[in-house]
């Protein structure tokens, strides 16, 4: 993590919103980086003030207003260097964008904010940023090539790493679903946005929490108090 669009994007990810940033230049600082944590791998932003080496990318900007008299208007000083720094993240973050990422950001937007479907926003909001990107993602797929059985699986997986989904073979509609997790009500939500979503209609999904499903000649699965009856 050293430049300014990578510690934004960690500090989002430690659920801080960019409003709650301000941004200074660090007074003890390594000329070989841009970010001035006291640990140089650090990984966590835990502070909502962000010292920099304004100077590393910045030099034409920031020289002149660094140079001046440390005691000439410190506070103006101050606030227009976050301003600017604010200003130069929106560049950093656009920078290289491709029309599909701005479509999948507008996306994840539009889901977290009810705009997309109502009812699934309190759902998604609760999903970590980086799965909701991804799963943003599905859903642009989704628009663009209709929906299918491989997206569906894609979107439990990213929930559930662990998941196995199964297909019937005597009926290739119905689907078996195994989740190791407990059945919590927030998972139960996450599952269930995941059906309405990218389920294609035409198919049957029965779910299995916890305890997997008997498979006989499978010794994993066939565990007293351990399995469950399909």
């Known amino acids: 993590m050293n430049f300014l669009w990578d510690i934004f994007l960690r500090a989002q990810s430690c659920k801080k919103k960019e409003e709650e940033l301000f941004f200074l230049q660090a007074i003890e600082y390594s000329p070989f980086y841009e970010q001035a944590f006291n640990c140089i791998n ?15 990318r910045f ?27 604010h200003i130069l993240l929106y560049t950093d973050l656009r920078h290289g964008l491709s029309t599909r990422e701005i479509y999948i ?3 994840t937007e539009e889901l977290l904010n009810g705009t997309f479907w109502m009812d699934i926003a309190e759902i998604f909001r609760l999903i970590p940023l980086q799965k909701q990107n991804r799963l943003a ?3 642009l797929t989704q628009m663009q090539t209709g929906s299918s059985l491989l997206i569906f699986r894609r979107s439990i997986l990213i929930l559930f790493p662990h998941a196995i989904l199964y297909q019937v073979k005597a009926d290739r509609k119905k689907l078996l679903l195994y989740l190791p997790d407990k059945p919590e009500e927030r998972k139960k939500n996450m599952i269930q946005l995941a059906q309405d979503m990218f389920l294609p209609l035409s198919y049957n999904i029965r779910i299995f929490w916890e305890h997997h499903f008997g498979i006989i000649g499978v010794e994993g699965t066939m565990k007293v108090d351990e399995l469950s009856i399909y």
């Open 42 to 56: 650090e990984v966590n932003v835990e502070n909502n003030e962000i010292e920099l080496n304004l100077l590393y």
């Open 59 to 85: 030099t034409d900007i920031f020289q002149d207003i660094l140079a001046e008299e440390e005691n000439e208007f410190p506070e103006f000083k101050k606030y227009i260097i976050d301003a600017v720094l």
């Open 105 to 107: 950001r507008k996306l």
């Open 137 to 139: 993602t599905l859903v």
